[in-house]
């Protein structure tokens, strides 16, 4: 096991974690290409990448891991197979600035999911965060109701809810390793998307400029984002790893509007900056107070690693 990163280091290893994830949806938008021909390559660029760093570490294949630990690995591996269809689909529809923005919306689903599933404690704050995400939302969409752009906003929505249930998945059992979820999604990713690809009558192989950027998308971005951030993880309490995760989110409108020259309109920013509130109330008040409700009198609290 890696010796754990000091707190300053996994700090700046959270962030750049969220900052290398975020370059995939320049990918998604200059591929052009359909969401489920992008995802086939996406997936098959993980479980390459990860099956060669087995075999070169010499440990058994992540991808059979996955496939055979159980239901609740299965139940893990398809939420993360929901967000991540939802989020490319909405990126190639409405763009990388609202669907980023939308999808912000993960630590505020999860933090409520948590309360219902695993009774967790919620906070005062937590609900007035979440309230203040929702309104953020409904700024966003607002205008767009009746519009095409619906779908994407939809799509943008459920990978939020997506990526909150496989964290709640994650934190149901923190002494598990989780990291076989990343090949085992991929590989039934690539079945289902192959699938629908020939359902629509359209070719596997979308051309050599979408596979290529969807490899390296795959390959480079998802797979060493991923291990950062998992490293950092063992350092950082999960509290503020929730904000940290959000540097892939505030990056992307940024990358748009440098490398892909979108514009957002006013009102999509105005609620991205309200999700981005909430969430930074919720991850830094609503944090502190469920820590300080969960330790008993007399005892000094220590926060939990993610």
Known sequence: MPRALSPVVATVVAIL???????????????????????????????????????IRRVPSPTRIGLSSGRLMWLTSMMLLVASIAFVYAVSVNGAAQSAFLASMTPLFAVVISHVVLGEHLTGTTVVAVGLGLAGLVIMVGGNLGGGSVIGSVSAVASSVGFAVYTVCVRSDRSRDWSPVLPGYALVMIGICAA?????????????????????????????????FNLAARTVPAVHMTVYAQAEMVCVP???L???????????????????AAI?????WGGRQALEASVPDGEHAVPAQG
């Open 17 to 55: 974690s969220g900052v290398i994830w975020s370059l995939g949806a320049v990918h998604v938008a200059k591929a052009h290409a359909d969401a489920f021909q992008y995802l086939i390559w996406r997936s098959v660029a993980i479980i390459f990448v990860l099956e060669v760093v087995a075999r």
């Open 196 to 228: 629908v690809t020939l359902a629509k009558g359209r070719s596997l192989v979308p051309g050599v400029q979408p596979v290529t950027l969807a490899l390296i998308h795959g390959g480079l971005y998802i797979v060493v984002g991923t291990l950062l």
């Open 254 to 256: 940024v990358w748009g």
């Open 258 to 276: 440098l490398l892909l020259n979108e514009h957002p309109a006013h009102r999509t920013i105005a609620g991205g900056l309200v999700v981005f």
């Open 280 to 284: 930074t109330i919720n991850a830094v």
